[in-house]
Structures are given as C-alpha cells and as structure tokens.
Nanobody, 121 residues
Framework: QVQLVESGGGLVQPGGSLRLSCAAS????????MAWYRQAPGKERESVAA???????IYVDSVKGRFTISRDNAKNTVYLQMNSLKPEDTAVYYC???????????????WGQGTQVTVSS
C-alpha cells in the first residue's frame, strides 16, 4: 500500500510564500514523475508543476518564475516552493506520483489527500 501525505498549506497574504511537501511511503520500487496539481472552487483540476526522476521540470505558464518544484529521491519526497503568491493561486493542492510498487508491474498514479492554500489579505 502506498500513501502520499502532503503538508505545508495554509493562509498567506498576497506576495507571501509557502512551501508544500509531499512524502510517499509504503511499498515502493521506483518513482518516475512526481507532480503538483491544484483545484480551485468551481474549476477543473490543473497541473501546476512536475519533475522527473532525473530532475527535469515543467511548469504551467501561470506559475513560471514564482514556483519551484524539487524532489529528494532518497526520501521519496517532492516539494513546491511558492513565492509571490497571488489570490488566484488559492486552491486545494494535490500531490501526484507515478510509481511502481513492484518491479514487475507497470507504473500507476497515486494521489495525496490535498492541502488547502489560501492567498488573501
């Protein structure tokens, strides 16, 4: 069984910063891509940032230059450093990992429970 546990959300003023963490635990053989998604009220879930096991990153245009995704492969953990936050960044942020529990299986997607980020004065 695999669990993804997020932490670091909260309330922050516009222009502020937050750092999200997501740790994967359980029976894990390997992790390919790890990513952050977000879902604002009344909107569809969108991809925010992703990072491969080799450290290649990709961002949605709206967060480029403000957010940084990173990972610690030894700890099976992915981070999202969010700077210069805007009210439109308000959403529930979800961690995603594309991983294998066993060497003989195809990779599958796993999701965290989500953490609320609210940007408001």
């Amino acid at each position: 069984q695999v669990q993804l546990v997020e932490s670091g959300g909260g309330l922050v003023q516009p222009g502020g910063s937050l750092r999200l963490s997501c740790a994967a635990s359980g029976s894990i053989f390997s992790i390919n891509t790890m990513a952050w998604y977000r879902q604002a009220p009344g909107k569809e879930r969108e991809s925010v940032a992703a990072i491969t096991s080799d450290g290649i990153t990709i961002y949605v245009d709206s967060v480029k230059g403000r957010f940084t995704i990173s990972r610690d492969n030894a700890k099976n953990t992915v981070y999202l450093q969010m700077n210069s936050l805007k009210p439109e960044d308000t959403a529930v942020y979800y961690c995603n990992a594309h991983l294998r529990q066993w060497s003989f299986e195809a990779p599958q997607n796993y999701w965290g429970q989500g953490t609320q980020v609210t940007v408001s004065s």
